[in-house]
C-alpha cells in the first residue's frame, strides 16, 4: 500500500522556505522578549519585525507601548544575553492586528436567578454579603428596564 505523504508547500518550494524560517525566528524572537517581560505587558506584544538590528514590536494599545518602552532597556539586555543582536525596541500600535469590534454583550439575570438571589439575602447573616447581593439586583433591575 503506498502511503500518503500531506507535504507542506511552505516546507517545500524553494522561494517560500527562507518566508518560512524568517517567521519562525520573529516568533522565536517575540517568545523569548515575552519571556522577559512583565506578563501584562508580554500579553499586549502581538508581533515583531526588524529594521536592522532593531526589533519592532506591534502592540495593542497607547499604554501597552508606554509601558514597553519602560520595559525597554531590562528586556533588550537580556535579549542580548541570550544571543540575541538587538540594539533597541521600538513599539508601535497596531490595531490591525487586534480582533474586529463586536457589540457588548446585553446580559440578564433570569427571574429564576433573580428569585434565588433574593432568597440567599434573606437567608444570609453577614451585612456585608447581603448588601452586595442586594446590589447585585439593584444592578440587574436596571439593566432590565
Given amino acids: 500500500m503506498k502511503r500518503f505523504s500531506a ?3 511552505l516546507q517545500t518550494d524553494p522561494q517560500l522556505r527562507p518566508l518560512l524560517r524568517q517567521v519562525a525566528e520573529l516568533e522565536r524572537v517575540l ?3 515575552r519571556r522577559s517581560l512583565p506578563t501584562e505587558v508580554a500579553a499586549c506584544c502581538l508581533a515583531a519585525s526588524w529594521s536592522g538590528n532593531q526589533l519592532i514590536v506591534a502592540v495593542s494599545s497607547g ?4 509601558r514597553l518602552k519602560q520595559c525597554a532597556p531590562a528586556a533588550l539586555r537580556q535579549l542580548q544575553a ?9 513599539p508601535r500600535i497596531s490595531s ?4 474586529a469590534w463586536q457589540p457588548p454583550k446585553t446580559l ?11 432568597t440567599l439575602a434573606d437567608q444570609v447573616h453577614d451585612d456585608g454579603l447581603k448588601d452586595a447581593i442586594h446590589s447585585l439586583l439593584a444592578h440587574h433591575a ?3 428596564l
Fill in 82 to 90: 541570550t544571543g540575541i543582536a538587538v540594539s533597541q525596541i521600538t
Fill in 96 to 99: 490591525a492586528l487586534l480582533p
Fill in 63 to 66: 499604554a501597552a507601548a508606554m
Fill in 7 to 9: 507535504r507542506n508547500p
Fill in 142 to 144: 436596571k439593566r432590565r
Fill in 108 to 118: 440578564a439575570m433570569t427571574d429564576a436567578a433573580t428569585r434565588a438571589f433574593e
Fill in 31 to 33: 517568545q523569548a522578549l
